[in-house]
């Protein structure tokens, strides 16, 4: 009845829940709006760097054609290094990397990318809390931004 409070039967509870949910300034649709907005910036600004680097990639919309169902935001067509790691997939994440926000990405999403495309960055453009960068050996880079340091097989990009 929260998704559809048309359905609650009292017409004045009915209102007073819309209301709750409309001014809801935390989980609200509103701010799913925003959120949704303030990442969607984030990864055409992603792209942007990309392109600027003359990096080759496919995008989220380019490998759902493709039938992939579990996407990172970009895969790398040819792979490159940062900070002597090989990066083939970048995830943009408009938000700060917290521990509870973190292992529920690493959960739901990089460890599936890693899987299917191997070992990728994770960039956090707010920050993140510096411990959870601790599985770099295993395949996942995080980074609070767009890495100055990429070795392409050619040439270094700086």
């Known amino acids: 009845m929260l998704r559809d409070p048309s359905q ?6 009915a209102n007073q829940v819309y209301q709750c949910i409309v001014n809801d300034c935390c989980y609200g649709p509103l701010v799913d709006c925003i959120k949704h907005a303030i990442g969607h910036e984030h990864e055409v600004m992603l792209r942007d760097l990309l392109l600027e680097k003359n990096l080759s990639f496919l995008d989220e919309d380019q490998l759902r054609a493709k039938g992939y169902d579990k996407t990172p935001d970009f895969i790398l067509q040819v792979p490159v290094a940062v900070e002597g790691h090989i990066i083939h997939w ?7 990397g917290d521990e509870c926000s973190h292992h529920a990405y690493l959960h739901d999403q990089f460890w599936s990318y890693w899987n299917r495309f191997g070992p990728g960055l994770v960039i956090y453009w707010y920050g993140f809390i510096q411990e959870l960068d601790c599985n770099r050996e ?3 880079l995080l980074k609070a931004c767009f890495p100055t340091d990429i070795v392409t097989l050619c040439h270094s990009i700086a």
């Open 8 to 13: 609650i039967p009292d017409g004045v509870l």
């Open 90 to 96: 970048i995830e943009s994440k408009a938000s700060f």
């Open 138 to 140: 295993r395949g996942i």
